[in-house]
């Protein structure tokens, strides 16, 4: 290992090589133990830089503060809470004209039909030499 590889990952992972990856664990180790003085320096950086880092405390905040942040912050209604009034007897009002809707539908497909459309019009396959024929039942001529 280099000593500028060192103080890369010292920079990267701090001062502990426990937390070095694996495979680099070995040869920095190796590299310390020759007393190499630039990594000795690298190591002593980041040690100190590690030590900056956790002993920084956040600081707390006021809870009387973050009450009136909260307060004072413009409320906005959601959708839901807009149109509730509105929006729910027109729901139910949908549904409804949907259900009629629907038992007309199923109804009008429950008649029987007098003639199917096969007999009144001709097929779209037809090429046009197909003549299309009528029945007519003995009731409809009496009239």
Known sequence: MTPERFAYLADAY???IKRWPLAEQGAAQALLESAHPSAREALEAAGWLDA???SYQLALTDPALARQIRQSAPRRRSFWSRYANWL???GLVGVGIAGIVTGM???SMSVPL???SSE???SVFD???AQVIFTVNAEDTEQ
Do not use: E, R, T, Y
Request: aromatic share 0%; proline share 14%; net charge negative.
């Open 127 to 129: 090429q046009g030499d």
């Open 105 to 107: 539908l199923v109804a």
């Open 120 to 122: 009144v019009l001709p």
């Open 88 to 90: 729910s007897p027109a």
């Open 52 to 54: 900056q880092l956790n």
């Open 114 to 116: 007098p003639m199917l």
């Open 14 to 16: 701090g001062a502990d």
